[in-house]
């Protein structure tokens, strides 16, 4: 079967850089971190994190946000703004042929927190009915498929960090075997939550620089020693490329391949060798027809842990001997989890469409023993046909999105 080619039509993102597309790739191509301390986690080892500071309840709107949690609200909000780049109207299209995929890898955690509280001090009576709904994962999916009217299938993959990438790399297929003419995905995160933040500190995941918050997050720097969390949405509309230029839509740009295998190596840590990570980019040049020479650009995981890093930057080392530029948007977004794979791949379509390569934030210059092109301390103008962003899971998930410059 002969697969289609697949245009990216629309990008919709909150993050803690900014409340839209366009105030996040400001603030990405600035470099400037949004860490910060929060006054929820004071008192905690960490207590710094990259919150959306905007007004969520407002930009959702309406009068159905009493049964929204906050991960679902920055999923709604990123979809909206992405069907309406895309030049579509869910009153007008048949919606049979939609299908909405976002990732999520924690789901609401906050309330379930606050009703085991409830539970053990007051009953079982004071219970909220509305824990379940608000705490699994698919919430978002399904509150996205009810606001858009989007009636074709609806998924919320979950592989960790590589969610938002998953759900992107589904709805690829979705498209192409003719299930659905448009599909909406990405992934949302928001547990920057007490318990969390607690678990990923004890796991030894999260950064220690207290008191430098926003220059903690440093990928590929020699002194990274953990990422910082954050939340945040990133949603793209995904079509047929001829059914966008059937109806007079232009391609920002093509998702020409996806590369998807499980390390089965360890329950957090990545395979060292990066084998199936290697395999994972592999697989997806082996789908677009590319060479890895063909490649301009790595939009990289980079999520400023030594283990990550150093194996991301032996695959990109390996994989791509002619040096192309390399960045990651974690040093200015933090890592908002399942949000991150779906937030970068929008920002790799922003870099192919615009020609400008954000900086790597907090980075000087990477650790000696990497030997990468990575954009350090100012955006680079640079022509970028194509490019490919990684994203990586615990539990071994390894996703890798290959994208082509739209016409």
């Known amino acids: 079967m002969t697969t289609p080619e697949i245009a990216v039509t629309g990008l919709g993102m909150i993050t803690p850089a900014g409340a839209d597309t366009h105030t996040t790739w400001e603030q990405v191509c600035a470099g400037l971190p949004t860490a910060r301390r929060l006054p929820e986690l004071h008192g905690l080892p960490v207590d710094f994190a990259c919150p959306v500071d905007a007004d969520v309840d407002a930009l959702v709107g309406g009068r159905r ?35 909405v995929i976002i990732g999520v890898g924690v789901g609401g955690v906050s309330v379930l927190t606050d009703n085991v509280l409830k539970l053990h001090t007051t009953g079982p009576e004071s219970v909220s009915p509305l824990l379940v709904p608000m705490m699994i994962p698919n919430a978002a999916a399904g509150e996205v498929a009810i606001a858009l009217r989007a009636h074709g299938p609806s998924l919320a993959p979950a592989t960790a ?18 299930q659905c003419d448009v599909v909406v995905a990405g992934g949302a995160e928001s547990v920057l939550q007490p318990l969390v933040v607690s678990g990923f500190t004890q796991l030894g995941a999260l950064s220690r620089r207290t008191e430098d918050p926003g220059a903690a997050s440093r990928p590929f720097a020699g002194d990274r020693d953990g990422f910082v969390m954050a939340e945040g949405a990133g949603v793209l509309v995904l079509e047929r490329a001829a059914d966008a230029a059937a109806r007079g839509q232009r391609a920002r740009a093509l ?64 994989v791509f001997p002619h040096w192309p530029s390399v960045t990651s948007a974690k040093g200015v977004l933090g890592h908002s989890l399942a949000a991150a794979g779906a937030i970068e791949a929008a920002l790799t379509v ?15 210059a990477p650790a000696v023993e990497f030997d990468l092109n ?12 194509t490019a490919v962003s990684h994203s990586f899971g615990f539990g071994g998930h390894n996703v890798v999105l290959a994208f082509q410059r739209g016409a």
């Open 65 to 99: 946000t009493w049964r929204m949690h906050r991960f679902v609200k920055l999923a709604l909000i990123a979809a909206r703004q992405a069907v309406a780049d895309a030049g579509l109207d869910p009153a007008s299209w048949d919606g049979s042929r939609v299908g």
């Open 374 to 385: 990575c954009v350090t301390k100012q955006a680079r103008p640079e022509h970028v046909e």
């Open 161 to 178: 960090c590589a969610s938002g990438a998953t759900a992107i790399a589904v709805a690829r297929d979705l498209l192409a075997s003719g």
């Open 255 to 318: 998702l020409t391949g996806v590369g998807a295998t499980t390390d089965a190596h360890h329950p957090t840590a990545p395979d060292p060798q990066g084998r199936c990570a290697r395999a994972a980019v592999a697989a997806a040049l082996r789908e677009a027809d590319w060479s890895p020479y063909d490649i301009g650009h790595v939009n990289a995981h980079g999520t400023s842990t030594p283990l990550n890093d150093a194996m991301e930057a032996a695959v990109i080392t390996r």
């Open 350 to 364: 922003l870099t192919l469409e615009t020609g400008l390569i954000p900086p790597v934030g907090n980075l000087d």
